[in-house]
Structure formats: structure tokens, C-alpha cells
Antibody, heavy 125, light 108 residues
Framework: EVQLMESGGGLVKPGGSLRLSCAASGFSFRTYSMNWVRQAPGKGLEWVSSISSGGTYIHYADSVKGRFTISRDNARNSLFLHMRSLRVEDTAVYSC??????????????????WGQGTTVTVSS | SYDLTQPPSVSVSPGQTARITCSGDALPKQHGYWYQQKPGQAPVLVISKDRERPSGIPERFSGSSSGATVTLTISAVQAEDEADYFCQSADSSGTYVVFGGGTKLTVL
């Protein structure tokens, strides 16, 4: 079964850090670009960051640029999001989602056909 | 920043057709995607590349594109279709992912 499972969320104070993980199974993780998307309580979907299959191409939303770092370990079928200088407005459910299938480490904005259930990040003093 | 504009809400009776639009300046050159999200659940991709229906998505879901607008059409709406629907695309450079604000579909 194709599956994504996030972990690492929690309660953190403003200015703090947190590292999210996403474990992939049931598909060839190393050939797919991956994304992080967040959803604040009662709000819509907000794209956070994307990474190409080989990690060469990385992009961030302006709202997190310079504070968040996306990475992946294809040997461990894992995606990560390191979040620093967290703000109250970063409070959201963070989900990883599968993107574009490209064996040659290309990048393209594409639909996200597999999503995890998300992990909750709460930034509060 | 680049925005995709959706109506906040659409209401239809069971058996009718629901149409949800998504407008954005880059849509003439970038594909549109549609997601269905029910409360407490992860989003589900229901339309890919403007009009392609992923495996397992009912035939009553269809997509179309015209100029700067993409449209999700749900024919013969059922009660189970009540959900939030989000469009997604890319900015004009094809680099950044953008989501619309979402449309709440109410089945009366």
C-alpha cells in the first residue's frame, strides 16, 4: 500500500525549532518529488516547500524562506522539514505529499496524488 | 505573490450539477489540479492536469480549462460530495506551488 506518515509535531515556543519527518512506503520514493503543505486551523491549504527526487531542486514559500529547510534521505525513504525561528502563525497541520515522478531528478509543479494524515505543530508561549 | 481565486461557497441540490471555478493569471500556461477534502481527512486529488481523472475517482467529476480559468464540474451531485474543494497550480515561472483559497460545497 502506498503510504506517507508524518511525525515530529508538537508544542513549541515562539522562536523555537522543530524537525518533521515523513516516512514513505509502498512506492519508489527515490523517483518522486515531494512536498510539504500546511493547513492552519479552519483555513485552507498552503504550500510550504518542494524538493526534487534527487534533492537538487528545492523551493520554498516566501512565508518560510530562510527559516525552514527541506531535505530527504532516499536510502531511508524519508522526507524532512527542519523548522527554525518558529512563529505563532506557523501553527498548522503539516502534511507531506507526493509530487512528480521523475527518475532524472527534474522538477515540475504537479498534482499531489498521495498525502499523509499530517502532524500538528503548535507555536505558542 | 500569485493568487488563485475561488468562490468561498457553492450550494446545489442532490442530482444537480455543481461547478467550481478557479481563476489565475498563469492558468493559460500552467495546469490546474483539484482536491477534495472532507473534515478531518487528507486532501484527495480528483482532477489532474486540468481534466484528467485519477484512478478511482468517480466519472461524475470532470475538469475543464478556458483561458485564465479552470473549472471543476460535479455532475449528479451526491450527499457524499459535500466537502471543501481546492484548486492548485503553479506560478508563471512554473516554480512555485499555489493553492486557491478553497470552496465549500454544500449539498442541500
Amino acid at each position: 500500500e502506498v503510504q506517507l506518515m508524518e511525525s515530529g509535531g508538537g508544542l513549541v515556543k515562539p522562536g523555537g525549532s522543530l524537525r518533521l519527518s515523513c516516512a514513505a512506503s509502498g512506492f519508489s520514493f527515490r523517483t518522486y518529488s515531494m512536498n510539504w503543505v500546511r493547513q492552519a486551523p479552519g483555513k485552507g491549504l498552503e504550500w510550504v516547500s518542494s524538493i526534487s527526487s534527487g534533492g537538487t531542486y528545492i523551493h520554498y514559500a516566501d512565508s518560510v524562506k530562510g527559516r525552514f529547510t527541506i531535505s530527504r534521505d532516499n536510502a531511508r525513504n524519508s522526507l524532512f522539514l527542519h523548522m527554525r525561528s518558529l512563529r505563532v502563525e506557523d501553527t498548522a497541520v503539516y502534511s507531506c505529499a507526493r509530487g512528480f515522478d521523475c527518475d532524472s531528478d527534474c522538477y515540475s509543479v504537479y498534482g499531489m496524488d498521495v498525502w499523509g494524515q499530517g502532524t500538528t505543530v503548535t507555536v505558542s508561549s | 505573490s500569485y493568487d488563485l481565486t475561488q468562490p468561498p461557497s457553492v450550494s446545489v441540490s442532490p442530482g444537480q450539477t455543481a461547478r467550481i471555478t478557479c481563476s489565475g493569471d498563469a492558468l493559460p500556461k500552467q495546469h490546474g489540479y483539484w482536491y477534495q477534502q472532507k473534515p478531518g481527512q487528507a486532501p484527495v486529488l480528483v482532477i489532474s492536469k486540468d481534466r484528467e481523472r485519477p484512478s478511482g475517482i468517480p466519472e461524475r467529476f470532470s475538469g475543464s480549462s478556458s483561458g485564465a480559468t479552470v473549472t471543476l464540474t460535479i455532475s449528479a451531485v451526491q450527499a457524499e460530495d459535500e466537502a471543501d474543494y481546492f484548486c492548485q497550480s503553479a506560478d508563471s515561472s512554473g516554480t512555485y506551488v499555489v493553492f486557491g483559497g478553497g470552496t465549500k460545497l454544500t449539498v442541500l
